[in-house]
C-alpha cells in the first residue's frame, strides 16, 4: 500500500513563502512522475508544478519564477517552495505522484490528503 503524506500548509501574509513537503511511503518501486496540484474553492483542481521522468519539470503559468519544485529520490520526497506569494494562491494543495510499486507497469495515480494553503491580503 502507497501513502503520500503531505505537510507545511498554513495561514501567511501576502509576499510571505510557505514550504510544502510530501512524503511517499510503502511499496514503491519507482515514482514516474510528482506534482502538486491545487484546489481553491468553486474551482476545478489545477496542475500547480509536476517533474515527470528524472527532469522535465514543469510550472503553471500563474506560479512561474515564485514557485519551485523539487525532489529526493533517495527518501521518496518531494517539496514545493512557494515565494511572493499572492491571495490567489489560496488553495487546498495536493501533491500526487504516478508509482509502480512493481517492475510491471503502468504506473498508478496517488493523491495526498491535501493541506491548506491561505493567503491573507
Known amino acids: 500500500q502507497v501513502q503520500l503524506v503531505e505537510s507545511g500548509g498554513g495561514l501567511v501574509q501576502a509576499g510571505g513563502s510557505l514550504r510544502l513537503s510530501c512524503a511517499a511511503s510503502?511499496?514503491?518501486?519507482?515514482?514516474?512522475?510528482l506534482g502538486w496540484y491545487r484546489q481553491a474553492p468553486g474551482k476545478q483542481r489545477e496542475l500547480v508544478a509536476n517533474?515527470?521522468?528524472?527532469?522535465?519539470?514543469n510550472y503553471a503559468d500563474s506560479v512561474k519564477g515564485r514557485f519551485t519544485i523539487s525532489r529526493d529520490n533517495a527518501k521518496n520526497t518531494w517539496n514545493l517552495q512557494m515565494n511572493s506569494l499572492k491571495p490567489e494562491d489560496t488553495a487546498v494543495y495536493y501533491c500526487n505522484a504516478y508509482i509502480m510499486v512493481t517492475i510491471r507497469p503502468p504506473p498508478q495515480s496517488y493523491w495526498g490528503q491535501g493541506t491548506q494553503v491561505t493567503v491573507s491580503s
Open positions: 517533474i515527470i521522468g528524472s527532469s522535465n519539470t
Open positions: 510503502g511499496s514503491i518501486f519507482s515514482i514516474n512522475a
